[in-house]
Nanobody, 122 residues
Framework: VQLQASGGGAVQAGGSLRLSCAAS????????MAWFRQAPGKEREFVVD????????YYADSVKGRFTISRDNAKNTVYLQMNSLKPEDTAVYYC????????????????WGQGTLVTVSS
């Protein structure tokens, strides 16, 4: 499956952004979807994932209560609504897909989008 992320940008602390990730090429509903992020000088980290049906989600503690993942299998798209953004949320955000399991491990994801930059200023 090919993934195309969009929606990044610059925002002030406390603001909101919504990221989108459009999938093509395979049956979208076969894939667990996730968002990861990589801040400057840091390793890529898990943010959130969502099961194939959308019934299950799992959030990193750092974003719990502020970020919301959703998916529309009819539109082959997964979304990340980010509210109450903080400067420490600044990173390149990547969407990822895997057909094998519902997991937080980036090593289980074999399909990646190109990343979209989110910059949060204080």
């Amino acid at each position: 499956v090919q993934l195309q992320a969009s929606g990044g940008g610059a925002v002030q602390a406390g603001g909101s952004l919504r990221l989108s990730c459009a999938a093509s090429g395979r049956t979208f509903s076969d894939y667990t979807m996730a968002w990861f992020r990589q801040a400057p000088g840091k390793e890529r980290e898990f943010v959130v994932d969502i099961s194939r049906s959308g019934a299950s989600t799992y959030y990193a503690d750092s974003v719990k209560g502020r970020f919301t993942i959703s998916r529309d299998n009819a539109k082959n798209t997964v979304y990340l609504q980010m509210n109450s953004l903080k400067p420490e949320d600044t990173a390149v955000y990547y969407c990822a897909a895997n057909r094998k399991k519902f997991t937080t491990s980036q090593y289980e994801y074999d399909n990646w989008g190109q990343g979209t930059l989110v910059t949060v200023s204080s």
